[in-house]
C-alpha cells in the first residue's frame, strides 16, 4: 500500500521525503553514541537496583589523583633478581594472628636488647673498637676505627632504625686509617669493609660516606697484598707499610672474595676483584707441592712467602672456618656464573664428609674436629666456631642437590644447640672434647645398641623372628603454634667435657639456627633460638651492655644479681651486635625480610643484595 502511494508522489516530494528520512536516520545514531543526558545520569544510576555506587557527574567534582606506588623496601632484596639457582627458602604459609603477635613480641624483645646494649657503647665508648661493659671503659683492639660502631650499621638498618643509623654518619667522616699499628687484614675486611658495604646498600646507596671510606681502607690493606705468593698478611702497619710477620692463616686468605668482588662492583674499580680472584686461583692450584695432602681440605698456617702450608691440619673451626663458606656464598654471589667456586666447596665437603666428620654412638649428635691431613688422625675437640656449617652444608645441599647434607647439617647443629641446653646458664662453651665417638655412616646414624644389634644379628640366628616395625601414625603437624613444646634435653655422652668454659657472646649456632628454619620452616628451631636469648639476657646483660661469660657451667646457687656479675668478664666483642642480634631478629622476622634467596651474608653477618651483576669486567677470561 505504502510503495503503491508513494510512487504516485512526484519527484520533488520524493526528495523531501528521503532528505527527512535521513536525518532521522543520524539523529538516531547521535543520540546511541553520546549514551544517557548527564543530567539525568545521576538519577538514572541511582535508580538501578543493580547499582551500588551513585555515579557523580564529572563536571561537579574533580577525581582525585591516583597515590604514588609504594616503595618497596631494600630489606625484600632487589625486585628484578631472579636466580637460577635451586630455590633456598621453605614456602611459608599465612601466618595466624595469635603467631604473628607471638613472633612481633619475641622480634621487639631482640631489638630492645640491640639498642640497651648499642646504648651503653654510645654513651661510654662510641667511635671505639669495643666498650667494656662492667667498668664503661673503651678498648681498641682492631685499629680503633670503631669496629663496634661499624658492625652496628648494617643490623641498624635491617631493625629499621634509621634516626640511629643517621645519627653515626657524622662519626664516619672521623675515621682515620693511617694508625702506627699492627691490624689485622682479616678482621678488617670483615667488620669494617663489610660493613661499610652492607649498609652502603641497605640505606639504599644515598650515604656517600660509606662507600668512600669502604674504597679508602681497601686502598691502606692493598699493599699488604703484594707478596711473592699473592697471598695477604695476616697483620699489616699501614704508616710503615711493613707486615709483623709472613704467615697467615687459610681463613684469612679465603675471606676476602665476597667484599672485594663487592666493592668492585660498587666502586667500577676491578683492581679488588682482580686481587680476590687471584687469590682463589692460587688456592685451586695448590697441590701435594704446596702441602696438600687430600683435595679440598686445606690445612691452616701459610707462609706468605713460599705460599706453602706450615702444618697438616684442616679444621672447620678457629683459623679454618670461613674458607670454606666463602666457597659456596661466592657460587651463590655470582649465581653460579663461575663453576669454579662450587667445584671448590664440593670437593672440600666430599673430604669433610669421608675423613672428618663423626657421630656420637647412640646419640642423634654429630661432631667435626680438626684433622691431620698427613697422618689422617682426627683430634676430639669441636669449637663453637665450627657451628656456622650446618647453616652452610644446608644452603650447599639445596644448591647442589645433595640431600644427605640437609640431614648432617641437622646432626650437627643439634650438637650446637645440646652444648647450650646441657649447661646450667643454657650458654655453650667456647669448645668442649668428646674421646668416644666413631666416623660418620649414615646406616647407623643416631642408633641405640639395640637397634644397631638387632639389625646385625637377625640373619645369623635362627631363633630370632624380626617384625618388621609399624610406621608410626604421621601426625600432620601445624605449621604455626605458640606453644610449641621442646623435647626433654638427654644426659650428656660419658666422655664429653668442656674445655674453654667461657661463652663470648658467639653468633654461630643461632646463624645456623636462622638458616635452618629459613630453609625448613620447623619450628623447633625458634623455639630454640629463644632458649638462647632468654640466658643471654638472664646471664650476659649489664646495667649498661652485655659481658662474656667465665663458666657456662657454674655451680652457683642464685641468691641475687651479685652471683650472675661474678660469673661475668669486662669483654664485649662487636660481633654480639653484627651477628648475634641480628640472627636472633631476623629467626623472628617475616620471612620475606633478607630473604636467603635474595641476599648473601659475609662472615660477619654483613648481608650483600643478590642480583645479576656484570662480573666480565672483573674476571679475567
Known sequence: MFISYAAKLSKRWKISLLALCAVLLLGQIWIIAAGPNKKNEASLTLNDPAEDELIISKDSVEEPPLPPPEKKSILVGFRGFLSKLPKLQHDFGPEPIEYTELRERRRTAVKNSFLHGWKGYKNYALGHDELKPLTNKPKDPFGGWGATMIDSLSTMLVMELTDEFLNIMPRIHKINFKVDTDISVFESIIRYLGGFLSAYELSDRKQDILIQKAEK??????????????????????????????????????????????????????????????????????????????????????????????????????????????????????????????????????????????????????????????????????????????????????????????????????????????????????????????????????????????????????????????????????????DYQLPPVRDRPESLYFGDKRYILRPETVESLFILYRMTGDQKYQEYGWEIYEAIEKWCKTESAYATIRNVDTNLILHNDTDIDFNQIDSMESFLFAETFKYLYLLFSPPEIISLDKFIFNTEAHPFIRKQWNWDRILKT
Open 217 to 482: 681502607l681497601a686502598q691502606e690493606l692493598l699493599p699488604a697484598f703484594d707478596t711473592p705468593s699473592g697471598l695477604p698478611h695476616h697483620l699489616w702497619n699501614p704508616v710503615r707499610n711493613e707486615p709483623n710477620n709472613h704467615e697467615t692463616l687459610i681463613a684469612e686468605v679465603g675471606t676476602v672474595q665476597l667484599e672485594f668482588m663487592m666493592l668492585s662492583q660498587l666502586t667500577g674499580n676491578p683492581i679488588y676483584g682482580q686481587k680476590a680472584q687471584e687469590i682463589t686461583d692460587f688456592l685451586d692450584n695448590m697441590g701435594y707441592e704446596h702441602g696438600i695432602y687430600i683435595k679440598g681440605l686445606f690445612p691452616t698456617a701459610i707462609d706468605t712467602r713460599k705460599g706453602r702450608f706450615k702444618d697438616a691440619i684442616t679444621t672447620f673451626g678457629a683459623m679454618g672456618d670461613s674458607v670454606f663458606e666463602y666457597f659456596l656464598k661466592e657460587y651463590l654471589l655470582m649465581d653460579g656464573a663461575v663453576p669454579q667456586y662450587g667445584k671448590m666447596y664440593m670437593d672440600s665437603i666430599k673430604g669433610m664428609k669421608r675423613f672428618m666428620l663423626r657421630q656420637v654412638p647412640g646419640y642423634d649428635l654429630l661432631i667435626l674436629p680438626p684433622f691431620d691431613t698427613q697422618h689422617k688422625s682426627h683430634k676430639n675437640t669441636m669449637d663453637h666456631l665450627t657451628c656456622f656449617v650446618p647453616g652452610m652444608l644446608a644452603m650447599g645441599s639445596k644448591t647442589f642437590d645433595e640431600p644427605e647434607d640437609m640431614e648432617i647439617a641437622k646432626g650437627l647443629l643439634e650438637t650446637c644447640v645440646f652444648m647450650y641446653r646441657t649447661t646450667t646458664t643454657g650458654l655453650s662453651p667456647e669448645n668442649w672434647v668428646i674421646s668416644k665417638t666413631e666416623p660418620y655412616n649414615p646406616l647407623t646414624f643416631n642408633k641405640t645398641k639395640k637397634e644397631l644389634s638387632m639389625l646385625r644379628d637377625w640373619w645369623y640366628e635362627d631363633d630370632v623372628v624380626i617384625m618388621k616395625p609399624a610406621m608410626p601414625k604421621q601426625e600432620e603437624k601445624p605449621e604455626y603454634t605458640t
